[in-house]
């Protein structure tokens, strides 16, 4: 646009536009830019947040998954009095545990269950079976949830940025999306009839029509609509249990046509508006049509 603007010159058709609604498009250009830097941003700080929650994700259910058999173990060696395992830090509800819902907390129960497991003499805590069978390390553990609550935060981090830039952008760019909007309307009607030499100031005109719609309606018992845009040449379909009566134009005068349950017809030419009415005292009515909007 502002080289064709620029390539005009004084005889640029949109001078007078611009200068009416004090936009300068030198500006616009500069906005855009800095626009543009924000959403580089921002689509940086989204894709790191993802990365930190994934790596969260792995390192956190790794941990949970050795928790919770640590616990499933704890039940069964002091079953039946499962209320024990509060000393291991556990939470539990009659004979269920609770597991606990914020990473804060696993990391609160996992230091639990690794100051307990160390407060037996060197060799006899009833956790150390499950422990050396499965090869789990508590400090690891517990060194892996740190992580992961770190991880947790620089996403929080990443996420916060990430809107920032994004409301940034918006502010910056929005109203230059109003001016191209405005711009484009004014080209539309000065070229119009031969909207295309739009194209020449970088928009892109679409002259294509759009394509017919199958379009489904219900009729309830003694309903009467009316359809407008049918596509002639297309196929209206009684598509319920009774029969329909199909009637050119928007009304119900003459002699209808009869359609049967399943029944199609083609539209002609005079039925591009119908009404159609569901005779039928028992049962509701439904018909498809081909229209173009």
């Given at each position: ?79 039946p009095a499962v209320h024990k395992l509060g000393e291991w830090g556990a939470t539990v509800n009659g004979?269920r545990i609770a597991y606990p819902t914020s990473l804060a907390a696993w990391i609160t129960l996992l ?183």
């Amino acid at each position: 646009m502002i080289a064709k603007n620029t390539a005009d010159g004084p005889a640029s058709v949109l001078i007078p536009f611009l200068a009416e609604h004090g936009i300068v498009l030198a500006d616009d250009n500069t906005a855009s830019t800095n626009a543009l830097t924000f959403d580089v941003l921002r689509t940086k700080k989204t894709r790191e947040a993802e990365n930190f929650r994934e790596a969260r994700t792995t390192l956190q259910a790794a941990v949970e998954e050795h928790i919770r058999g640590e616990l499933q173990f704890l039940k069964s060696f002091y079953k039946p009095a499962v209320h024990k395992l509060g000393e291991w830090g556990a939470t539990v509800n009659g004979n269920r545990i609770a597991y606990p819902t914020s990473l804060a907390a696993w990391i609160t129960l996992l230091g639990n269950i690794n100051t307990k497991h160390l407060s037996f003499p060197p060799g006899t805590s009833p956790l150390l079976p499950y422990l050396t069978l499965h090869g789990i390390v508590l400090t690891t553990d517990m060194l892996n949830l740190v992580t992961a609550n770190t991880d947790n935060n620089l996403a929080i981090a990443a996420d916060q940025v990430s809107e920032d830039a994004t409301e940034d952008r918006d502010n910056i760019w929005n109203p230059v999306v109003s001016h191209l909007h405005m711009i484009g309307d004014f080209l539309m009607n000065l070229f119009k009839g031969n909207q295309k030499n739009a194209g020449l100031w970088g928009y892109t005109v679409d002259h294509s029509p759009r394509a017919p719609k199958l379009q489904t309606t219900s009729l309830k018992i003694g309903e009467t609509k009316t359809k407008s845009s049918v596509t002639i040449g297309g196929t209206f379909t009684n598509a319920g249990a009774g029969d329909l009566h199909l009637y050119r134009g928007k009304t119900t005068s003459g002699t209808p046509d009869i359609i049967h349950a399943g029944e199609k017809k083609g539209m002609t030419q005079g039925f591009s508006i119908i009404t159609v009415s569901n005779p039928n005292t028992l049962i509701p009515g439904k018909f498809t049509v081909l229209v173009s909007r």
